[in-house]
């Protein structure tokens, strides 16, 4: 309470016959408790409240860098994935001799007869399709 608060009531509880006066006392200092105790919970929790945010804050911040390194390494392993695709297509389309079409695995082979739209692809096992290619 304020210092000229308390000044007020020193004097009323002063001019206060010996009972009141003490029932006065007590129920200031009850008062004067309650409002520290609640003070004391505010502060509490606000302390905590904050502790709370930096918490949340750090693990948002974990979370972000996280899912960008993720991010990251999926963005490059997808560019090294299509880099090689394109580099065998290319090879295999300008007869490049350092990679032939035997080299390849049945489902690439497979999957380029469907670009070409090759008939009877499915039934083909990988030589066919190998000379299959070659004869497009």
């Known amino acids: 309470m304020t210092v000229s608060l308390n000044a007020t009531l020193d004097r009323v ?3 206060l016959p010996l009972i009141p ?6 129920q200031r200092s009850f008062a004067d408790a309650g409002f520290s105790l609640a003070c ?4 509490a929790i606000n302390r905590s409240s904050d502790r709370v945010e930096r918490t949340a804050k750090t693990g948002l911040n974990t ?9 990251k ?5 997808a560019e090294g994935e299509v880099s090689s695709l394109l580099g065998r297509a290319n090879r295999s389309v300008e007869g490049n001799p350092t990679e032939r079409l035997e080299t390849w695995t049945k489902a690439d ?7 070409l ?11 066919q399709l190998v000379t299959a290619l070659r004869s497009v």
Do not use: C, H, P
């Open 13 to 15: 509880e002063s001019n």
């Open 109 to 115: 082979l497979y999957e380029r007869a469907q670009e």
């Open 40 to 43: 004391s919970t505010y502060r």
């Open 21 to 26: 006066r003490r029932v006065f006392r007590l």
């Open 117 to 127: 739209d090759i008939e009877g692809r499915s039934s083909m096992d990988k030589t």
């Open 73 to 77: 390494i999926a963005t490059d392993v």
């Open 63 to 71: 979370v972000k860098g996280q899912a960008k390194a993720q991010a």
